[in-house]
């Protein structure tokens, strides 16, 4: 489960993205309620998938270097989100 979540952790980040945009298209078009702009933490989650599962893929970096990359740029992506 470890390996195969290594590998399509983009993709998981990517269908995240899309049920995001779709909840958000239902909130404002349909029920026309103004939430929050799900799409663009949709689109964070799944850059930050992406970003994730290049630095793991990666075999340069030692452990503790893409340890301190992956906790890094969660904190900065979580920032976003909040401050958005």
């Given at each position: 489960?470890?390996?195969w ?5 983009g993709l ?5 993205c ?10 404002r078009?349909?029920?026309?309620i103004?939430?929050y702009?799900l799409?663009?933490i ?5 850059f ?9 893929l990666?075999?340069?970096?030692s ?6 990359i992956?906790?890094f ?12």
């Amino acid at each position: 489960m470890k390996e195969w979540f290594k590998k399509h952790l983009g993709l998981v980040g990517f269908l995240v993205c899309m049920a995001f945009i779709l909840i958000e298209l239902l909130c404002r078009f349909i029920l026309k309620i103004d939430h929050y702009d799900l799409a663009q933490i949709g689109a964070v989650v799944w850059f930050m998938g992406c970003f994730i599962q290049a630095i793991i893929l990666n075999e340069k970096y030692s452990e503790k270097v893409k340890n301190g990359i992956i906790v890094f740029s969660v904190a900065i992506s979580i920032g976003y989100i909040y401050y958005y």
